[in-house]
């Protein structure tokens, strides 16, 4: 059974009409970047819980999470007019496998997200080891709308940080954005687009994949990859590909 402690609202950052990041300040057992949270309310006499990734790097002083509100969500709008100094339920342990100790070692490391699900990479690129286990880092982060690509600041910090390691590769489906590929991730690997735009190939000798977010994207992308010769990451069988969907 989850061990449920209060959290209280530092700061509730609405990045547009419904995606917003929660920081909080909890004293939660330590975790690993990639790792996820549940965020929990009474609601109707239950309690009513959701998983959020963490945004922050383990070191951080305050947690922060990353969400979608879903116009008729029993719980993201609640979350949505959280405002500072309010409580909020979070458990105190972490949970989930989707961490840098799972996966293999490689030349490549390439991170594809969708929409809220860029959240774990912030933690695990400000957490620091990637950047000693992989030559580049190349992070593929899909959209609806360009102002769904939140965080610039962060990852622009990083990109100064990291110029030789870090690739920045963002996609907008529904408008034409500049520095964005358009359309799909999918149709951009089944014709090598991304490969080329990137400058680098998706091989099983030098790839590791870590795949977040829209379970279709997911369950796709995976079938693509395998295609070109990628396996699926097992603890009893190391392979390429690391997934995590997102609900």
């Given at each position: ?110 991170m594809f997200a969708t929409g ?31 102002a769904d690509l939140t965080y ?96």
């Amino acid at each position: 059974m989850a061990t449920w402690i209060k959290a209280e609202v530092v700061e509730n950052q609405h990045w547009t009409k419904d995606l917003f990041s929660l920081v909080l300040s909890a004293p939660v057992e330590p975790f690993k970047a990639g790792q996820f949270t549940k965020l929990g309310m009474e609601i109707d006499g239950k309690l009513i819980q959701r998983a959020y990734s963490f945004v922050n790097p383990p070191h951080s002083k305050y947690l922060e999470v990353y969400a979608t509100r879903v116009a008729d969500g029993l719980m993201s709008p609640r979350l949505h007019a959280l405002e500072p100094g309010d409580n909020v339920m979070i458990t105190q342990d972490p949970a989930g496998y989707f961490t840098l100790d799972e996966v293999p070692q490689g030349q490549h490391l390439w991170m594809f997200a969708t929409g809220t699900a860029i959240g774990p990479y912030i933690s695990l690129m400000e957490q620091g080891d990637v950047w000693s286990r992989f030559r580049k880092v190349i992070l593929v982060h899909a959209v609806r709308f360009a102002a769904d690509l939140t965080y610039q600041a962060r990852l622009n910090a990083l990109q100064e940080q990291y110029p030789d390691q870090l690739v920045i590769q963002p996609f907008v489906s529904r408008e034409p954005t500049a520095g964005a590929l358009s359309g799909r991730v999918t149709h951009a690997l089944e014709d090598g687009l991304l490969e080329r735009v990137v400058g680098l190939p998706l091989t099983p000798e030098h790839s590791q994949v870590m795949l977040c977010g829209n379970p279709a994207m997911v369950k796709e992308v995976k079938t693509l990859l395998e295609g070109k010769g990628l396996s699926k990451n097992l603890r009893r069988k190391p392979g390429n590909v690391t997934t995590e969907h997102y609900w």
